[in-house]
């Protein structure tokens, strides 16, 4: 087994939204399960900052210990919370932030970290009063959730904005997709064996399939969620990101431009979508009062609480025009109040030329590869074997489990969160987004959210705890193919 990597030099991580939804739920349990590991060194300041006065040091150890007491025992939690302090600021207005550059340049050069977990709208004046208090050093590193803008010109915006205050290579746009072990051993499956390589092409993929289905709603994200809907939100990123790494050529070597340069390559290769073919390649859906795991849910205008034509499920037929993948399908799908929660890319082979069996051996299906990334992250293989015992030849799908759970030991789960935020430290851009990779998936995402936009269609109803309207399953469906729902 091989060695734990060694942890990096005590660094400074100033999360802006310290109090908010992803700091409570995946960054401070990423970070204190770091720490756990040894992969945080003593001396290692992380500071919250969010607007609430009523906040000091100690009591945002009590929040916070609150949030994380369940996963770790109180010496370790205490170590952990010893790390932490806290500054009031509303970081639209100059007070408080003389306090926080004070505090942060106090120990020197060493790496800095800035996580902007604020909602975007402020990502720009963040950037520029960092720039403006010194903040910049050499070890300066700014992290940016998504969505970055709502179309190219809005995200081009963004980016030039904080371009100004931050050279792209201290620029890392997450996607937290991308920090999952299943999506890094889809690199490692493709480029380390070379059995994968001569079959991963057009001759031999019949097409390939992205679903990334929620149960929930729209929780507390109604106002923004209705801003964006399920296309912005989840396709233009992270569903554009998985297409990529299973479309792409591969990298001459794995460095972040070698790798993101092949990605880049392969969304401006996707085929457009407009006014012209949207209808006939892309669905929108929007959901109506049903059951999600046996509880009833209401439709999504009465969660929101007023009618609206944002869609909460896309499905689309995209293709990437190069040698590689003419004329192969990447079924795209995403939904919210879907029946499971799942995300998983499949790609599907063709089938045997010709079958050499009776029909009474059983069905002969194309075997396809499984990379499940949530709620467990697995890899499988579906092959078709003959049925052990005497009976003659009877066939049956089985799956190989490449996962290979077994071969590497029972190892703690590492959360994407945890992975993408000690390559920031450690200054590792190859999981993150550069800045033209984001506004290439734009480009192909904007004219089909514009025929959208211009059509008099609203998107199509379905039944929340349904895989979306029946207009989806028709658009594979016309092709002779089925979506893979039942894949274990
Ligand atoms: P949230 O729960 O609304 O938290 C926002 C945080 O920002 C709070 O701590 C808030 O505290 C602080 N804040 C707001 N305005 C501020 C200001 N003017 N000055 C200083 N602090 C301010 O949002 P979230 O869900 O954590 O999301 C944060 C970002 O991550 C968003 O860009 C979101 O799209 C992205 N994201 C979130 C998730 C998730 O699972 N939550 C997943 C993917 C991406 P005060 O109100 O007290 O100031």
């Given at each position: 087994m091989s060695a734990p990597p060694v942890a990096p030099d005590p660094f400074d991580l100033v999360i802006f939204?310290?109090?908010g939804d992803l700091a409570r739920r995946k960054l401070l349990p990423a970070l204190l399960h770091r720490f756990a590991d040894g992969q945080i060194a003593p001396g290692t300041r992380i500071l919250g900052v969010a607007r609430?006065?009523?906040?000091d040091d100690e009591g945002y150890r009590t929040t916070v210990r609150g949030w994380l007491q369940p996963q770790a025992g109180p010496q370790r939690l205490d170590a952990f919370l010893a790390l932490l302090n806290y500054r009031a600021l509303?970081?639209?207005?100059?007070?408080g932030w003389d306090e926080v550059a004070r505090l942060i340049l106090a120990p020197g050069d060493r790496v800095r970290v800035f996580y902007?977990?604020?909602?975007?709208?402020i990502f720009v004046p963040i950037c520029e009063r960092l720039r403006g208090c010194g903040l910049?050093?050499?070890a300066t590193r700014v992290v940016i959730e998504k969505?970055?803008?709502?179309d190219r010109a809005s995200a081009a915006g963004i980016n030039d904005a904080i371009g100004h205050c931050f050279d792209e290579r201290q620029t890392y746009r997450i996607?937290?997709?991308?920090?999952k072990e299943t999506v890094q051993n889809l690199t490692a499956l493709r480029f380390a064996n070379a059995l994968f390589e001569p079959i991963w092409r057009a001759e031999h993929v019949d097409h390939v399939q992205i679903t990334v289905a929620e149960?929930?709603?729209?929780?507390?994200r109604a106002a923004y969620y209705d801003r964006a809907g399920a296309m912005r939100d989840m396709v233009q990123n992270h569903l554009l990101q998985l297409l990529c790494l299973v479309a792409?050529?591969?990298?001459?070597?794995?460095?972040a431009d070698a790798l993101r340069d092949e990605k880049l390559k392969v969304l401006r290769a996707l085929r457009p979508i407009g006014a012209a073919n949207a209808a006939s390649l892309g669905v929108r859906g929007q959901y109506r009062a049903g059951a999600v795991d046996g509880q009833a849910v209401p439709g999504y205008p009465d969660e929101l609480g007023a009618p609206s034509r944002t869609e909460t499920f896309v499905a689309l037929k995209a293709e990437?025009?190069?040698?590689?993948?003419?004329?192969?399908p990447f079924y795209l799908r995403t939904g919210k109040r879907m029946p499971l929660r799942v995300s998983e890319i499949v790609v599907s082979f063709r089938a045997v030329?010709?079958?050499?069996?009776?029909?009474?051996?059983g069905p002969i299906h194309p075997n396809r590869l499984v990379l499940r990334l949530q709620p467990d992250e697995s890899v499988t293989l579906w092959l078709t074997n003959k049925v052990p015992g005497p009976g003659g030849m009877r066939l049956r799908d089985v799956p190989l489990?490449?996962?290979?759970a077994e071969t590497f030991g029972?190892?703690?789960?590492?959360d994407a969160y945890e992975r993408l935020l000690m390559d920031v430290v450690r200054g590792n851009p190859m999981l993150f987004m550069r800045r033209d990779e984001v506004e290439a998936a734009w480009a192909w995402a904007d004219p089909i959210l514009a025929a959208w936009a211009a059509s008099d269609d609203a998107p199509k109803p379905y039944t929340a705890?349904?895989?979306?309207?029946?207009a989806a399953v028709a658009l594979i469906e016309r092709d002779g193919r089925t979506w893979i729902d039942d894949v274990d």
């Open positions: 939204g310290g109090t609430d006065e009523g906040l509303d970081v639209r207005h100059e007070a902007l977990a604020t909602a975007p709208d910049n050093g050499p969505p970055i803008g709502s996607d937290h997709y991308l920090g149960t929930v709603g729209v929780e507390g792409m050529e591969p990298p001459s070597r794995l460095s990437v025009a190069n040698w590689r993948w003419a004329g192969v030329p010709h079958s050499i069996f009776e029909g009474s051996t489990d490449m996962s290979f029972r190892q703690h789960h590492v705890g349904s895989w979306g309207p029946s």
